[in-house]
């Protein structure tokens, strides 16, 4: 082939996985296609509580980067959880490059009202974490996979999380969601299998960005501590960065892993940096069937 082309998800926040993964595989020769919901990337819970809003031209500055190293890229902007955009954006690519060869789904729903107990999460907020995490990988999956089936060739890479697959407090729809990505994983790599197409997806453990910093409301040099702080917990002493995401992606997405499909590939650093538990102030004998004397 001339030219291999990847698509990725989630590009617009300068600090995020998405770009990480899009450099790496520009530099590996890929044209890559480059879009999230806004250029600036939508901000989290902490990104709200210390900037208000994102801005600024994330994919933009990415594409110009890419560019000016000698690569190609083309910036697009669309809604994973829409299925005109979804539909839209892998067409995009197809009209530029002529082909898509990697759909990396990196794109997620920003933290917030979701990372709270149970009691505490509404369920409109339940519903639009699934829609985007879940559906939209889905409807992006839906979509490029036409493509690949006219190539008999295709590589899909879905980023879920150690959140998918162990137990975290204040997780359960974050949890939830994740856990159905590597669940549609394994289901759709044996569908497109026979036309050259492998499905896999990687989880991520404690990556050093700002999902990291459980407290929003933490400055810059607080949020850093924290994070070295329960990084240096695990096996190999630091928090992961776009950088491992983005080589295991490399890998995933290569012409080397054709034998590879259907599976789900661990990337904690040896081990999951300990939560903190919630825990009640006192026992209520009441309500736990203690005895009265």
Not at 113 to 133: C, G, I, K, M, S
Not at 188 to 209: E, F, H, Q, R, Y
Not at 237 to 251: I, K, L, Q, T
Request: aromatic content about 4%; overall charge negative.
């Amino acid at each position: 082939m001339s030219i291999r082309v990847a698509l990725i998800t989630g590009c617009g926040k300068p600090d995020g996985a998405g770009q990480g993964i899009a450099r790496r595989l520009a530099a590996e020769g890929y044209a890559v296609v480059v879009t999230d919901r806004a250029a600036g990337g939508v901000p989290n819970a902490r990104q709200v509580a210390r900037n208000g809003t994102l801005t600024g031209d994330g994919l933009g500055a990415l594409a110009a980067d890419v560019a000016a190293a000698g690569g190609r890229a083309l910036p697009v902007l669309g809604d994973i959880g829409e299925p005109g955009d979804t539909e839209r954006m892998v067409a995009a690519a197809v009209d530029e490059f002529g082909r898509l060869d990697v759909l990396v789904n990196n794109a997620a729903a920003p933290q917030g009202a979701d990372r709270a107990d149970v009691e505490e999460v509404p369920l409109e907020v339940w519903q639009q974490l699934l829609h985007t995490n879940l559906t939209g990988t889905f409807l992006m999956c839906r979509a490029a996979v036409p493509v690949m089936r006219r190539q008999r060739y295709g590589r899909i890479v879905s980023i879920s999380s150690m959140a998918g697959m162990s137990a975290a407090p204040r997780s359960a729809a974050y949890s939830a969601s994740k856990a159905g990505v590597i669940g549609m994983t394994r289901a759709l790599a044996m569908d497109v299998a026979g036309w050259g197409i492998t499905v896999n997806a990687i989880c991520p453990g404690m990556l050093a960005t700002s999902r990291a910093v459980l407290d929003p409301t933490l400055d810059d040099d607080a949020a850093a501590e924290m994070v070295a702080a329960r990084g240096a917990r695990i096996a190999v002493g630091r928090a992961g960065g776009p950088s491992d995401v983005a080589a295991a992606v490399a890998y995933l997405a290569s012409p080397d892993a054709g034998f590879v499909t259907a599976q789900t590939l661990v990337l904690d650093g040896g081990g999951l940096s300990a939560f903190p538990l919630p825990r009640p102030a006192e026992p209520d004998p009441e309500l736990s069937g203690g005895r009265h004397g």
